[in-house]
């Protein structure tokens, strides 16, 4: 019995291949199905391949995308065309070497400040470093004070022309430096003068914590000066002895300080400010802080306010101080940008400061920003304070003070007020036409030039005097007539700066550069030396960068050695002179380092004024 066919039919297949053909040739088409549309799987079984006369397409797989062969070739073709119609050229002109235009040759100033900064490297002390710089110079004083201190007072800086080390103006002659780099670090670095500058700075701080227990808290005691001298002493000493720094040989004694808050506040400022210009070595910093807290302690002990230079003749007919308030504003100012102690800031704008020092009466003198009046300078670092951060009460009215003086002290300076005398020449005389002028003009001209800088980094267009305004410009003005007539614009035609211009003084007052370096044994002594210091030949050394002091009141000058009023360079007469030049210079481009200073300062927040008194009928 067979399973039934569920599909319909019988199982069984009977087939004539001849008779089937013949049938599927002549049998009608079910033309329902022949009009039915077939897909193109379905043609390809049934039907065969279609369109045997059409090519077909190629395509190439690339993995993540199929395409033409023809798109692809069209497509790698149009970017070689491409790349040698576009991109090669580019190549070709990005490849050649591009003209650039040289940068512009460094301003006068710039050329000035150079050789200006040369003179410190002349006036070292000590063992020299390699790259000094200056070939007729050699070590010196290494027995410097071995009998008071252990390891001695070796270094520092000779003060001028003969061999003294004065720790008061060499104090503010590194104070003047750190000052300028702190304003201007962007100048001295586009002059390529930053690191030379800090190593300056540093040999004279170096020495300077060698003069006091720098390790400690509290001290009673500075070494004040290596060397002496007396007018017309017949003995071997500084004045005496005409002799290369290399071969001294007459006694240098030290002088000791156990009261002086002038030498001690201007010491403080001057390791408070070059802590602020190392602030990128922070161990050096902290130990420059430190010595700076322990010499305003000592200058603000009241056992200690005697001045440094009173009753001693060894100082005093030198660098005698006048008075130490100044000293108080000054160093308090700096130790406070330095540590940021609201303290330092209380005593700089107490009452009693400005009072005693001075501040704000109309002393002509009191204007002249000098190593010995500090005063100008001062006003115008605290003015600082008050422009750029504004810290309100209870600071404000003696900031407000100190600003508005320092707009008095610019008004003094203008040629039309008549405070001062001028030369026919257009220089104006700050110490009354006495000898040595320049060193005055030119810390003028960096006051000038600053105060100027900053109202334009406030955006302030200038100053009133009185009722007349006065733009900035006109402190740029004569911050650059001054040092213009110092290199050379007046009526000598000299540059008053060695090595700077084909005219400048050749009998510079100065003994390492009035003796050859190997001149002979017997010319190398005290009095073998007095042969170089009174011939008339020129110097045979030029001591590079060095100012001397500078044209009388009649713009005359008499190059001659052993005229010192004329012919003797100084330090801080230098320091000014490098200030001002850096200020004018337009290396690196205008305006002030705004911020730097402020490092330390802690954010501001004025206090609340007391209330008012009650109301009473």
């Known amino acids: 019995m067979h399973t039934g066919n569920h599909w319909g039919g019988s199982f069984e297949i009977q087939t004539d291949s001849v008779i089937d053909d013949d049938r599927s040739r002549t049998m009608d088409l079910d033309r329902a199905a022949v009009s039915q549309q077939l897909d193109e799987?379905?043609?390809?079984?049934?039907?065969?391949?279609?369109?045997?006369?059409?090519?077909?397409?190629?395509?190439?797989?690339?993995?993540?995308v199929v395409c033409?062969?023809?798109?692809?070739?069209?497509?790698?073709?149009?970017?070689?065309?491409?790349?040698?119609?576009?991109?090669?050229?580019?190549?070709?002109?990005k490849s050649i070497p591009k003209h650039k235009d040289p940068p512009p040759p460094p301003d006068k100033y710039t050329l000035a400040l150079h050789k200006a900064l040369l003179f410190f490297n002349a006036q070292k002390s000590g063992r020299l470093p390699k790259n000094n710089g200056v070939g007729w110079r050699g070590d010196s004083g290494l027995s410097d004070g071995a009998d008071k201190v252990k390891g001695g007072l070796v270094g520092g800086y000779y003060d001028a022309g003969d061999n003294i080390k004065f720790n008061f103006p060499m104090a503010f002659s590194m104070t003047l430096l750190s000052w300028s780099v702190i304003e201007y670090p962007h100048k001295y670095k586009s002059?390529?003068?930053?690191?030379?500058?800090?190593?300056?700075?540093?040999?004279g701080t170096d020495y300077l914590l060698l003069t006091f227990n720098s390790s400690a808290a509290t001290i009673d005691?500075?070494?004040?000066?290596?060397?002496?001298?007396?007018?017309?002493?017949t003995s071997p000493d500084d004045h005496y002895c005409w002799t290369r720094p290399e071969d001294m040989?007459?006694?240098?004694?030290?002088?000791?300080?156990?009261?002086?808050?002038?030498?001690?506040?201007?010491?403080?400022?001057?390791?408070?400010?070059?802590?602020?210009?190392?602030?990128?070595?922070?161990?050096y910093s902290k130990r420059l802080v430190n010595g700076a807290a322990a010499l305003f302690r000592f200058a603000r002990d009241g056992g200690k306010r005697t001045p440094y230079s009173k009753g001693n003749l060894e100082i005093a007919q030198f660098y005698n101080s006048t008075g130490y308030y100044d000293e108080y504003m000054w160093g308090a100012a700096w130790m406070y940008y330095a540590t940021g102690n609201a303290s330092y800031l209380a005593l700089a704008t107490n009452p009693g400061v400005p009072r005693n020092a001075k501040a704000f009466l109309e002393v002509t003198d009191l204007k002249v920003f000098s190593w010995d009046n500090k005063l100008p300078g001062a006003e115008l670092l605290l003015t600082r304070l008050r422009v750029f951060l504004n810290p309100g009460y209870p600071y404000e009215e003696m900031l407000r003070g100190y600003h508005n003086m320092t707009g008095i002290n610019m008004c003094s300076y203008l040629h039309r007020f008549n405070v001062f005398n001028w030369t026919q020449g257009g220089m104006i005389q700050l110490n009354h036409g006495r000898p040595q002028p320049l060193q005055y003009v030119a810390n003028t001209a960096f006051l000038a030039s600053l105060f100027a800088d900053y109202m334009s980094a406030t955006n302030v267009p200038g100053w009133f005097c009185g009722s007349t305004f006065f733009s900035a410009d006109v402190l740029r003005s004569l911050a650059s007539s001054q040092l213009d007539y110092?290199?050379?614009?007046?009526?000598?035609?000299?540059?008053?700066?060695?090595?700077?211009?084909?005219?400048?003084?050749?009998?510079?007052?100065?003994?390492?550069?009035?003796?050859?370096?190997?001149a002979d044994k017997n010319t190398r002594t005290c009095k073998g030396g007095w042969k170089w210091r009174d011939t008339s030949a020129p110097n045979p050394n030029t001591i590079t960068g060095a100012m001397v002091g500078g044209p009388d009141r009649l713009d005359g000058f008499s190059d001659v050695?052993?005229?010192?009023?004329?012919?003797?360079?100084t330090m801080a007469g230098n320091a000014g002179l490098v200030a001002a030049l850096v200020s004018l210079t337009e290396s690196g481009g205008g305006g002030i380092d705004r911020n730097s200073?402020?490092?330390?300062?802690?954010?501001?927040?004025?206090?609340?004024?007391?209330?008012?008194?009650?109301?009473?009928?």
């Not at 970017?79 to 991109?87: G, H, K, N, P």
């Not at 002059?191 to 040999?203: A, C, M, N, P, T």
């Not at 004694?253 to 009261?259: A, D, F, G, I, L």
């Open 41 to 64: 799987t379905q043609q390809s079984w049934l039907l065969g391949p279609q369109d045997q006369g059409k090519k077909k397409k190629k395509y190439i797989d690339l993995g993540c």
């Open 68 to 93: 033409s062969r023809k798109a692809f070739k069209w497509t790698v073709w149009s970017i070689v065309i491409a790349f040698f119609i576009v991109a090669l050229p580019i190549i070709i002109v």
């Open 191 to 203: 002059s390529g003068e930053y690191d030379h500058v800090r190593d300056l700075i540093k040999w």
């Open 221 to 233: 005691i500075i070494y004040s000066q290596v060397g002496t001298a007396r007018n017309a002493s």
């Open 249 to 283: 040989d007459y006694p240098r004694p030290v002088q000791t300080s156990v009261s002086g808050p002038d030498l001690a506040g201007e010491m403080a400022a001057a390791l408070a400010s070059a802590s602020i210009v190392f602030r990128d070595v922070p161990e």
């Open 486 to 518: 110092i290199l050379g614009d007046n009526p000598k035609k000299m540059s008053y700066v060695v090595g700077y211009g084909k005219n400048y003084p050749k009998h510079v007052h100065h003994r390492g550069a009035s003796i050859p370096h190997n």
């Open 561 to 569: 050695r052993t005229n010192y009023g004329y012919t003797e360079p």
């Open 597 to 617: 200073i402020f490092s330390a300062v802690p954010p501001l927040y004025p206090g609340t004024p007391p209330p008012p008194p009650p109301w009473r009928p």
